[in-house]
């Protein structure tokens, strides 16, 4: 999770320290999984009520969103032509797709990309307009769907014959642990974050590995098993991420 998804990870934990239920050191701790230094970088076109953000690390950035009334972090995992969670501006829909997620406080219209740098992370921040991203039940349910016709179709084009390491990783699939979590996080929630997350490890295998694909046919039914698996993942795995998509009555981070 961590090295595929520091967004998550910063939604999970960020939002726990918001609301008082872990302690920085265990915050602390936890996104080192993601990278050891951690840094804050406004982007030019982000409010200059940011500035003083440049540079500091991330328990500096979290304390002024508390000051400002945030309460919740959510993440967003967008693709090209699918900026999935986020309706602008352009320059935010365009460095979260280049990277592939981007951390969200709708609270105070804040996104922030994580960019690798070395063994550290900046955090670009930027204004962020949310769009809408489907409930918990529903990108559960859409990612069951897809994930079965997918292995089906995987299983049917002789997966095991051409990549072992993919044929072992649909085997798995539909057993994955669900992941720890910053405290708070529903046992469901967690565990849609651990399929939604394998589903996008098929995807990439899948996509990386081409020995198999020998006719038209099955280099068509693989790119559509790739895509629609991939979309589903990204979506249960924002879903999963973002405490107002979790259904009424279900704790909360």
Known sequence: MTSTAPALLLAWWGTAWLRGLTS???LLEAMTAAAAVHSVHPAPESSPRWDEAEGASLVPLLAALRRQGALSLGATFPAEGDPLGL???R???LDATD???ALLCPDVGLAAVPHHVGAGMTWVLHPARPRPLPDLGEADRGLRGVMLRSVE???RLDVAAWSP???DEVLN???HRPLPSSPGVPDPVRALAGRALSARTIAALALRDHGGAVSAHEVSARHHVVTDLDRAGRVALSAAASPWCWPPGQPEA
């Open 24 to 26: 920085t050191d265990h």
């Open 87 to 89: 309706a602008g501006p």
């Open 91 to 93: 320059e935010l829909n």
């Open 99 to 101: 990277v592939g997620e």
């Open 153 to 155: 179709t995987l299983e």
């Open 165 to 167: 390491d993919l044929a």
């Open 173 to 175: 699939a539909t057993h």
